[in-house]
């Protein structure tokens, strides 16, 4: 390998918008990453014919620096419907944005969920959101989006009974206590534009940067031991050596192959996530199913098969099932379904278990009292969503920024 002016340490998406951009301008980058392939949180299983992202995730498709830097056609991103039904005592509800689905006016209008004026105040939020730059909000007040939906005038029930089990999915907690920078980034995507799957999963995206890289940057199961100087140890004993080294893994992780960083705790939000095959879709459309009942096992449920049918074999439909949390009980199969049977009634025991998956580190707790990461010292630059907001879109931007900061640090110290 030849010597390399920047080495990364991980290959998430932020770590491979880094490199991009880097040897788009002239950078020799090597990439380094411990696992088989690159894609970090963000990969996809091939289970018995079905694809199985590693948990519940969705590309907004507003992104504004994830949509420049990726190719979005060739993902043939599939678009759920902007809204969600929701299950509630035993009772299915529907909630459309209106303004995209003006058919469903009078039908949301009059849904239980949420008053006339909650519904008014839902569309005062969505245009003063929509009109307002990113850059704007996030200098505004930060506080927790339970008291920000208050502070707008929101009722308890629609708080309640639709924005925990919504956000819940986004966020991986319902409580609410995710920043109101982030909800309202969240908020004004979801008005931009549409919440979408890749055609043949998730991991499509990371898969998409890597195969933009030069030939010879990317080294997987290429596990890092410290970083001494300038110098990269790799697990093998390797002594790799650059101008720049930058670390793209999470504080945690950064801190252990360098400790002299002194990172704050990164918490993290957690999942639990059952994917089930079906001999059909108990939605039949390309929509998000949550749960209206403060008591429920199941946050919400969708059929990725529903949008593209490349996630599962031909006559089969994929269910995913998110759970808040890690539940790693024996009978939570039992439960899980019961759950559902109230939803969907008998069809419910045709359903077979294809795999939980318990991800203790899903997302980066973005509270308003969370701090960001120092970004950078002498010789070494972190990148991350932890660093930006906890999203694709985040880790794209982290990614993409700190490449932009070395080239000027490279500029500056040439002049």
Not at 156 to 164: A, G, L, T, Y
Not at 199 to 211: V, Y
Request: charged share 20%; net charge negative.
């Amino acid at each position: 390998m030849s010597t390399p002016e920047v080495i990364i340490i991980g290959a998430g998406l932020s770590g491979l918008a880094c490199a991009l951009e880097l040897t788009k301008n002239g950078v020799n980058v090597h990439l380094l990453e411990q696992e088989d392939a690159p894609g970090g949180r963000v990969r996809t299983d091939l289970v018995e014919g079905f694809l199985l992202d590693r948990g519940f995730q969705v590309y907004l498709d507003a992104y504004p620096n994830a949509g420049q830097l990726l190719d979005l056609d060739s993902l043939k991103l599939q678009p759920f419907q902007p809204g969600a039904i929701i299950f509630e005592h035993g009772k299915r509800h529907r909630l459309m944005d209106v303004f995209r689905r003006p058919g469903y006016l009078i039908s949301s209008a009059f849904s239980p969920m949420g008053s006339i004026l909650d519904k008014i105040l839902v569309a005062k939020l969505r245009f003063s959101l929509k009109f307002a730059s990113l850059e704007v909000i996030q200098t505004r007040e930060d506080l927790t989006t339970n008291l920000y939906l208050k502070n707008f005038g929101l009722s308890k029930s629609m708080i309640d009974r639709f924005f925990r089990s919504f956000y819940g999915g986004i966020f991986l907690e319902n409580e609410l206590s995710t920043s109101s920078r982030m909800f309202e980034f969240t908020f004004k995507m979801f008005t931009e534009g549409s919440a979408t799957l890749p055609a043949k999963g998730m991991e499509e995206i990371p898969r998409q940067l890597a195969a933009r890289l030069p030939a010879g940057t990317l080294r997987c199961n290429t596990p890092v031991s410290r970083v001494d100087g300038s110098a990269v140890i790799l697990a093998s004993g390797e002594k790799l050596s650059a101008e720049q080294i930058i670390l793209a893994v999470p504080s945690d992780a950064a801190q252990k192959i360098l400790p002299a960083l002194a990172l704050p705790e990164l918490k993290w939000r957690s999942v639990t996530n059952c994917y089930f095959a079906a001999p059909s879709s108990p939605l039949n459309e390309a929509i998000i199913a949550l749960s209206g009942d403060p008591d429920s096992l199941v946050n919400n449920l969708s059929v990725p098969s529903d949008l593209s049918a490349d996630y599962a074999p031909k006559g089969q439909s994929l269910i995913s099932v998110s759970i808040l949390g890690i539940h790693g009980e024996t009978d939570l199969l039992a439960r899980v379904l019961a759950e559902l049977h109230t939803w969907f009634g008998e069809e419910v025991a045709a359903w077979r278990h294809l795999r939980t998956d318990l991800i203790a580190r899903a997302l980066p707790e973005q509270n308003p009292s969370t701090k960001q990461p120092a970004n950078a010292m002498e010789g070494v630059f972190l990148c991350g969503d932890q660093h930006s907001t906890s999203s694709i879109e985040g880790a794209i931007t982290s990614g993409l920024e700190t490449a932009r900061r070395f080239l000027d640090q490279r500029s500056t110290s040439e002049n």
